[in-house]
């Protein structure tokens, strides 16, 4: 209160805003039922929903504030997705169903291990699809059952083909290496008068399969020293 009978005060006003979720892209704009695809936008984290047209919900694979990666669901139908969050339901352009890809079985991950007088192994691997044909690649190489692997971890994947529709899966094949390192100039025994100076010729070791190699020596010595 102020000598003019004027009063003065303040009051401290919250404002709470939200940002309802924006559909920007998609990482394709068309595919078939049962493939992974991705909505790109904002404000789209802890999406609570996707619906596809003809109002199927799609199984949510991973949602972060900027994508939603779904697969697509059985039942949908070329539209318009929509996506919800608690601050709202937004809806994109027309996404195009292709048709319905094949269901796949990947071969199971294997270890092998090298043969004697390679750096390789012999693998058979089968995978199976209920439609279309299947097919295998290695670093974007055409590989067929059985196949000579590398030592290594191999990631084969296996493509399932059905007319428009593909689907992919991956599997490994791990090919330990078992071949011994071999020695080369080993040194013979050597005995030496004292007082006086051992020599002797370094030894070399070599790996058929390039791996790395620990190199040490090692002394023996028997007698006495007066």
């Given amino acids: 209160l102020y000598l003019d009978n004027t009063l003065e005060g303040y009051a401290l006003v919250t404002v709470n805003y939200t940002t309802t979720p924006v559909i920007t892209s998609y990482s394709t704009n068309s595919a078939c039922i049962g493939n992974t695809m991705v909505i790109n936008g904002t404000s789209l984290g802890s999406a609570l929903s996707v619906t596809f ?7 949510i694979v991973s949602n972060t504030d900027t994508t939603i990666t779904v697969i697509v669901p059985s039942g949908a139908t070329t539209g318009a997705i929509s996506v919800t969050t608690a601050n709202g339901t937004t809806s994109g352009n027309s996404f195009t169903i292709n048709g319905t890809a094949p269901v796949i079985t990947c071969p199971d991950n294997q270890t092998l291990y090298s043969t004697s007088n390679t750096c390789s192994a012999s693998g058979t691997f089968a995978g199976s699809t209920n439609a279309g044909t299947l097919s295998y ?14 030592v290594g971890v191999n990631n084969v994947v296996m493509t399932a083909t059905d007319g428009s529709c593909t ?26 008068s004292c007082p006086g100076v051992v020599t002797y010729s370094v030894p070399a070791a070599t790996d058929a399969c390039g791996g790395f190699i620990e190199s040490s020596s090692t002394f023996n010595y028997s007698g006495s020293i007066v």
Avoid: G, R
């Fill in 53 to 59: 047209n003809n109002n199927v919900s799609a199984v």
């Fill in 137 to 150: 690649t290695l670093n974007s190489n055409i590989i067929t059952s059985p196949y000579d692997f590398p």
């Fill in 167 to 192: 689907i992919d899966c991956n599997f490994t094949i791990t090919v330990l290496d078992t071949i011994v390192p071999v020695f080369t100039n080993c040194p013979s025994d050597v005995v030496q």
